[in-house]
């Protein structure tokens, strides 16, 4: 016991650091962190705590929950980045805790628990995520919450009814989260895995009806009162846009392939990815001679990949609930390679093809101060990052030349912080790459915008929707509108921008650059002055004005 809580707290001091620390150095990121933080300040300003809006207007694009956390993170920190990515940080962290416990309950082994908890919280895709405003991160730990207590339940007879109640009522909130699948997703896993047994009675008790009417009154009133007050306006957006239409059309056309989750996958728990590729081959092929945790660990895989891989709109954080799962199953191949003396051989090739990988990063951060030189004002910052790799690098070496597993495993998690660490030196540097802040705060300490209409491109709007408050139009006279249409004007014709610059007398516009030669061909064709009043990142400020009439 004493030995858990030790190393439960080690896990609650890193995760802070991985997850938390220093969240509001850098500004909300265009276009999906100014998206969710939008629509929770503009819930705010209309004092809703039921419907979401955006742009003015109710939008239903994801559930209520994480709108309901963020407002209240505004409530206790004030509306700012910080707040803003709380509680996806903060639930990263339950997450790191649940495998730590979901671990300890199959393998009865506390340091390799706390190997499939390091790895999580140390893989690339659960960090960027905890880290940035999305649903994602909820959604996957109330997923994992759901199934730790399903197990909890289900490894002792004294515990199924407190476990049974708990995960349906995780399923509730997670469907709250990001939608239907958050039910799917942990029910058919535990009832795949139970029929597999032969144990499919295991859920015809009265703790399931309970839990189940627990679910239901958790998750159903706000979809019901969105049904009744928005009728088809909800229901169309929310499940055949978000949900049906996702399924047979891909929004991400490039993504559609049959291996992109395959891939994502390995590369995104980046750098434990060689090590879970192996533990995903041995975890497989001794499948058949076990039926207890690791067939619990292969439903909860199966499901979670059969449920997104059919679909053609795929994105990389969509699997994020499979990530619990295969850190899990990397702890247990980490720890078996590394304890076992059979397993020496294996664990040095796949720790040295590691380390080769590794040096890339140092390696390309040079390559990149060369190249991209005119968009670095100075190359200390990253001088100093290549510095630390090195060192790292070097340490790592060491650890393995002496053949010192477990101190290459911890220096080996330490990928991110290495990372981080130079954040505060460049944020002047990336942020405006990253957010629309500077071009805004420039627009309203410069220029008189008052309450006009600011045109926009489309990576754009939301930021600058949020750091102005102004009204938006969408400028792009090639491109197809949006998937979601948001409330605003769509400039999508010459005609209809002339109209709206005519119409303001004196507009603002922050574009991408591939737009500049539209607005260049309507200023010329149609009798407009255009200034670039300044570039900041990827976004043109101009100023357009009618040309005055000699």
């Not at 926009?456 to 949020?466: E, I, T």
């Amino acid at each position: 016991m004493k030995k858990d809580t030790k190393y439960v707290l080690i896990l609650i001091v890193l995760s802070y650091f991985f997850f938390m620390f220093g969240n509001g150095i850098i500004s909300l990121s265009d276009p999906d962190e100014v998206f969710y933080t939008l629509t929770a300040k503009e819930m705010v300003q209309k004092n809703s705590w039921m419907t979401p809006y955006m742009f003015g207007q109710p939008q239903f694009e994801k559930p209520i929950l994480l709108y309901w956390l963020m407002r209240a993170g505004f409530l206790v920190f004030g509306i700012n980045p910080f707040s803003a990515r709380f509680f996806p940080a903060f639930f990263a962290l339950l997450g790191v805790i649940a495998v730590y416990l979901l671990a300890r309950i199959f393998f009865k082994s506390e340091k390799k628990a706390f190997l499939g908890a390091l790895v999580l919280l140390s893989g690339g895709l659960y960090v960027g995520l905890a880290r940035t405003v999305f649903t994602d991160m909820i959604f996957t730990v109330l997923i994992l919450l759901a199934l730790l207590c399903f197990y909890w339940g289900y490894s002792d007879p004294r515990r199924k009814t407190a476990g049974l109640i708990l995960f349906f009522a995780s399923m509730g909130l997670a469907v709250l989260a990001k939608g239907p699948l958050g039910f799917t997703i942990p029910f058919l896993t535990a009832l795949v895995f139970l029929l597999i047994r032969k144990e499919g009675r295991f859920l015809l008790c009265r703790a399931s009806l309970w839990g189940l009417a627990l679910c239901l009154l958790i998750c159903l009133p706000w979809y019901l009162l969105m049904i009744k007050k928005y009728g088809s306006l909800f229901t169309h957006e929310f499940f055949y846009n978000d949900h049906i239409r996702r399924f047979f059309e891909a929004e991400h056309i490039t993504n559609d392939t049959w291996y992109f989750y395959p891939a994502s996958m390995i590369g995104c728990i980046f750098p434990w990815s060689l090590f879970l590729a192996a533990g995903l081959f041995y975890f497989f092929r001794g499948l058949k001679r076990t039926k207890g945790p690791e067939l619990f660990l292969a439903c909860w895989i199966a499901v979670t990949f059969l449920t997104f891989q059919p679909a053609h709109s795929k994105l990389t954080s969509y699997i994020l609930p499979l990530f619990p799962a295969l850190a899990i199953v990397a702890g247990n191949f980490l720890y078996e390679a590394a304890a076992r003396q059979e397993k020496r051989l294996l664990f040095s090739r796949l720790a040295l093809a590691t380390l080769l990988s590794l040096v890339l990063i140092p390696v390309g951060l040079l390559a990149a101060s060369m190249i991209f030189k005119e968009y670095i004002p100075s190359a200390l910052p990253v001088y100093f990052l290549i510095v630390l790799f090195v060192v790292w690098i070097v340490l790592l070496f060491r650890a393995l030349i002496d053949y010192r597993p477990f101190r290459f495993i911890h220096l080996l998690a330490l990928m991110v912080p290495i990372f981080l660490s130079v954040i505060p030196f460049i944020k002047d540097q990336i942020e405006p790459y990253l957010s629309s802040k500077q071009a805004c705060e420039y627009l309203i300490s410069e220029q008189p915008i008052g309450q006009g209409t600011i045109a926009a491109s489309k990576p754009f709007l939301r930021g600058v929707r949020y750091y102005t408050g102004n009204e938006m139009a969408f400028f792009n006279t090639y491109a197809k509108n949006f998937f979601s249409p948001h409330p605003i004007i769509f400039l999508d014709t010459d005609e209809k921008a002339e109209s709206f610059f005519r119409s303001q007398g004196v507009s603002f516009c922050v574009i991408k650059k591939n737009a500049v030669e539209d607005l260049e061909r309507i200023a010329r064709d149609r009798g407009f002055e255009i200034t670039l009043l300044k570039k900041a990142g990827l976004e043109y400020i101009y100023r357009v004005e009618p040309l005055k009439k000699k």
